[in-house]
């Protein structure tokens, strides 16, 4: 089945709640599909496929594809394509790990995920977040974003930009922002600029616990104007953190590696203070 044009987006009426903005620019689309680079026999799956327009030249390329949409109409639609695998669901409560064994071609490993999409703006961090807990299970991953998140994912400190996102997602992914894309080339047009960008899962550390970092940087970021000495400095004193860690900076002012090392530090024994 052809995928639809975008006179045939106007004909589904976008739904606000779910945040929907129809990629409808050829040349943009083009250009996206280039920096994605599908190639066949890959377990591409794509978030939010609405209309097809970005589902077309994927599946041209790569042959099958996996898509996930909460539109029950537009689920309706992707269904009548036998090229296409339709998940109806809300992306947040998808079993990432699970769709990368189902991939796995009967080796029982499972085939690790390449993962694409125009997220909802309105969710998109929450999404962000809900994958990085399957990182482990992704290849790539290639989002149209708000640009001003996507320039939040990809900051480096010392920047306004530079805050929790950042750190939480660079301790476990190279990113970049790969393409601008201007409210023309959506139908409806958003109110805010868009952009690509790539995320490249990196190696973990075992010796940093997700849990604990989290806490760190929430803690590090809940008052990011003030120095580190009356935030984070407070929550290591009721650790009994007994290690060392400069408190006379802001949050923004400390690196991601910096983040990591603290994190490592406060889950070792040797870093407690005696009672």
């Known amino acids: 089945m052809p995928g639809d044009t975008p006179a045939a987006a106007l004909k589904h009426l976008a739904r606000k709640r779910f945040g929907q903005h129809f990629l409808t620019d050829g040349a943009v689309l ?77 080796n029982g490993q499972g085939q690790a995920l390449r993962i694409v999409g125009n997220l909802p703006y309105n969710i998109s961090t929450p999404i962000l977040f809900h994958l990085l807990a399957a990182v482990a299970h992704v290849r790539d991953q290639h989002f149209m974003l708000q640009k001003e998140v996507v320039q939040r994912m990809a900051a480096a400190p010392g920047n306004k930009d530079y805050g929790r996102l950042s750190v939480m997602l660079q301790w476990r992914y190279a990113i970049e922002s790969v393409l601008d894309v201007p409210p023309s080339a959506f139908e409806p047009p958003p109110r805010v600029d868009s952009a690509v960008v790539r995320m490249l899962p990196l190696p973990p550390r075992p010796d940093v616990d997700a849990a604990l970092l989290g806490e760190v940087v929430t803690v590090a970021f809940s008052q990011r104007r003030k120095m580190l000495r009356n935030t984070l400095g407070r929550w290591l004193d009721e650790r009994g953190f007994a290690g060392s860690f400069e408190l006379q900076r802001r949050a923004e002012e400390v690196s991601v590696t910096d983040y990591l090392a603290l994190a490592a530090a406060c889950a070792e024994p040797t870093n407690k203070k005696r009672p």
């Open 30 to 106: 083009d250009a996206i599909v280039g920096e994605i680079d599908p190639q066949p026999g890959q377990a591409l799956v794509e978030i939010g496929p609405g209309l097809g327009a970005l589902t077309d030249p994927l599946v041209q390329r790569c042959g099958r594809l996996t898509v996930i949409e909460l539109d029950r109409d537009l689920a309706q639609r992707l269904r009548r394509r036998p090229e296409l695998t339709v998940i109806e669901a809300d992306v947040l409560k998808v079993d990432v790990a699970a769709l990368a064994q189902e991939h796995g071609h009967g």
